[in-house]
Structure formats: C-alpha cells, structure tokens
C-alpha cells in the first residue's frame, strides 16, 4: 500500500465545508479565510511512546491527536476550522490506519474541522504531527500575555483526571466505572472550544493545560510578567479521582500530572460576571487563585504558604 | 537544554511583518490574511535517511525543509506567508540546533516566509515538519485537474540535476565545479515562486517535481483525468549533468530522479505566449509534451514510441 493508496482509502473524504475550495489531494489546500477574521495557526507533534503509550488505541491516537490541536485554538478564544495531517509510520497497517482514521473522523466530527491535506512518510517510529487553523475576531484573541496584577486565575473542569487516567492505564488497575472515567479523559480530551470563546469576552489571558497545571499557569504569568498564587483546597477535583485516590495524590495529579487540556484563564470581571458567562455551558469554572506583582508562582494550602515541588514534564530535560 | 530554550535560542526572532499578529511562544500563531486572498496550505515531512542521507548537513536540511513547501506553493501559483516547524529530535544539539535554524532562516528569508510557530519534541530519528501558508487570488490557483487535450506540457529549469547530486552525495564522486553544482541543485532546491505566480495567468494545471518528472507528470494527467506524451529528446538537461554522464542516464534522471522542485505545467497557450509571459525570469521553460485524450503518460524518442520502465519514488512501496 503506497501513500496515494493510503489517502485514498483512509483520508479522503467528501467536504460539505464551503469554505474549502481544494482539498485533500493536490499540491496544497486552498481555503477561504472569513472575512474580517485573524488566523489562528496551532501545530502539535505526537510521538508514540514519549507523548502517549504505545498500547493506546490507534483510534484513541487519532482522537488525541485533533483535540490536543483544538484545545490550543480553543486556548485563543478561537473556532477550529481546517487541518492538514503529517503521518510518519513504521508500515502501512491496514488495521491500525482504518482505527486511527476512525478516531481521527470522530474528532473532526465533533469539534467541526475539517482535514484539507497532508504528507505521509515512512520512519522508524510513530510520529503524528497534526496542523490546525482557527479564524477568531480581531481583538478577540486571548493570549499568555495580558494578565495583570489583581487578576483572578480560573480553571475548567477538574484538572489531574488525564494524568490519574494514564498512570491507571500504565498499572494493574481493575476496570471500574471511576478507573474508566479517569482514563476516558487521558484517551480522550475534550478541548474547551465554546468555553473558550465564551470566556474570551472577559479573560484577560489563557493558556491551555497540557503541561501540567502549575507549569502551564507559570508560563501564563511569565509570558505576562506577573506573579501568581493559587489555592490548592480550591483545586476542583473530579468525584472520580477523589475516590480512588487520597486527596494529597489527587492534588499532586491537578497541579503536575498534564494532559487535561482544560483551560485555565484570567480576568478582572468578578465571580458574577464569570459564572453568568458560563452559564449553560457543560463545565465548571473555578476560581483558583490571584495575579499580583511579581514573578513565579506560589501555592498556599488553606492560607498558608504551601511548597510545591513541580515536576511538569519538559521535553529534553 | 529544554523545549523552551531551543524555541528561545534557535528559533525566536523579531518579526518585521505586519501580518503577524502573534508569532513564535503562544497556543497558537495569529495571523491577518489580506482580504480577498484565498490561503494556501501545505505540511512537508523530511525523515533523516529516508528523505535525505543522515549525513547531510543540518543547514542544509533546514533549508531543504523550508524549499520543499515553498515550491508546493509555488506549484499553486501562491506566494507564500507564514509556516510553522515541528521537529523531533534525538537530542537537543546545540551545534546542530544552530546550522538547521541558519539555515532555515535562509530560506525563510530567500522566500520572504515567516515562522510563526511550531512543537519541538522528543524521538528515536529525526523528524522535520514545515507547515506553510501561502496566499492567492481567487480563481488564480493552478490545479492539478485542470489539464485538457490539445494543452501542451512544460517544464521550468532542467530536471535530473538534484537526483544525480543526491548519487554523488552517497557515491565517492570528486568535488569539481560540475558536481559540486549538482550536489548543490540537491541540499539546496530552488522554488520556482517568482515563476509559478507568472504562469498561473496562462498554465491550465501545475505541479512540482518531488516525486519525478515521469511520475509527478502521471499524477497531473490522472487529475484531470487526460492521456499525455512526452518527447525524450525534448527533456532540457543541465550542461553540467550533460558533461558527467551520458545522455541515457541524464534522462533517466530527469524521468525518474525526484527531488527536482521544478514546476510542471500544462497551458493552451502558444509557445511565443508563454515565452513572454516568463521573459525576464532566472529559468527557463521548456515545451516538452502534450495532453490527448485517454489515460496514461507515454513517452516518445525522436517521434518513436519508448518503453520508460518508472521507478519514482513512492513511499511503503
């Protein structure tokens, strides 16, 4: 089975997007940005047994692999709009393609992307680079860099299930509805895309949690050059992952583990104004903690000062 | 050395385009597209010892990654814009880290394409993946489905160079002005924009060369599902390629070598038409075929039908 084939069979769908002029197929895409809108350009690479273990589910991959792309465009307030794929494989399995492409349907489905093109290569090992664009009012970006001292930090969901879910995966955990969940939300995130564009109306900076909760906060305050604390009792955690584990280790999955790709925001509108934003949508947002002068990022634990050792996954360190 | 302080170091420059919104170290890259424009994408992986020889040098691969998505713009008639990078690798090398960015930044540069983004991660080879943007006007575009009986099949440059430099590259060849020439028509591929946007007002279809001349010429006429021919004798080679090998294996090259980033294109306009229409340009155009009705490419030497048995380069085969 040669590339064409590979495209042919797994990738090429019939578009009902009009704003596709060409797709899969030829030299490149040709689309049709809306009129008045910015472009939002998200690229996110990964790679089997580093980014995900290399027994997941190729649907499961697939999925993965668009709504980590989404959760960035949902990241800036944004709406997903196409994507073009780049697929290194070690063989052209049949099986394992018809599974990704699944996945990978399932997701454009359901966050309404569409896949316009892309490159398939032969390498030693899995690599899945999936690139997305995303259109977003001008001014109505939210980016890493606006927080300002006096800001409040609010995240979505309940950060720490992904994490929890993957070490579930990678043990010797009984199935169970709570094991379950936990993992579903590792193999499957949901990208914040209605929230996001929700709370872009009032956030004054957001970043999305892929990282590692207070890795990814400290990167929010650095790229605003503020400081930050939050309060670890306030950490919204899942009644999932309260049963299964202590409170300590559910907390310690919240604030390090990653791969939740909940949004975590900030903004000067009060705890009023920000519920009622929100209201109606199908996840919670918490109020977690305060910008201030400064830099770095400090926890308190029902008041008093709290030393978080980090241990947030960097590559190549 | 972590993934931000490769991003910091390497590949975060100031930006002095004006449609960057928001470039390299947010979710995402904020762009403007100009009104009226339709956008171009495409995504091109390079695998070390798969696309080129491990060997090659890391400036040079960093170039080559930029020139190869450059010239599938160009194959659509754009002007390129803006491109992301996601690149795997083994380690974090500074020494190498340093000549790739020099040069990817000169092609950038070279092209006038700015980086705005991309994902740095960890793997078992390395993997380079550019994403690129480009822009058209509406109705501009060159297909690849466009071609019809009775158009003629040109070719920019002279095709077989850059095989028959990668030949030299892994053979034990001596340097001297005619293979360092052709070696460099490999590591350092020339984009055919300036060129590209010319003929698109005269051209029916286009593509460019990755794959080989015969091959490249057989995925155009299946497009848009038309019969062709070529005159073997009418296939433009370098002087250089002419002088250090005969002229059987130079056309070979040039049929099935790859790697050439010329454009191929098809046109129902007169040869003087198009000669004009290039006049001016660094490289040359050359009538070496027509479309018919049918399927299929076939090739002629001196009017006589010729057995070519392909070879193009397909991946998985």
Known sequence: MDEFEIIRQFFARESSNDSVITGVGDDGAVTRPAGGRDLITVIDTLVAGIHFPPSLDAADAGYRAVAVNVSDIAAMGGR???????????????????????GFFAAADEYGVTLTGGDTTRGRELVITVQMNGEVVPGAVMMRSGARAGDRIYVTGTPGDAAAGLSIMQGSAESNDDNDYLLRRFVRPSARVAIGRAVATVASAAIDLSDGLFTDIEKLLSASTV?????????????????????????????????????????????????????????????IGEVSDGQGLNCTLEGKPYTYQNDGYRHFN
């Open 80 to 102: 997903p709009t196409w994507m073009t794929l780049a697929l290194t494989l070690r063989e052209a399995d049949p099986d394992w393609l018809r599974c990704f492409a699944r």
């Open 227 to 287: 400081a930050g604390s939050i309060e670890l009792k306030h950490l919204p955690l899942s009644p999932q992952i309260s049963r299964v584990m202590a409170w300590e280790e559910a907390a310690r999955f919240a604030l390090g583990g990653g791969d939740d790709y909940e949004l975590c925001f900030t903004t000067a509108a009060t705890d009023d104004a920000i519920q009622a934003t929100v209201a109606g949508h199908d996840v919670a947002v918490t109020h």
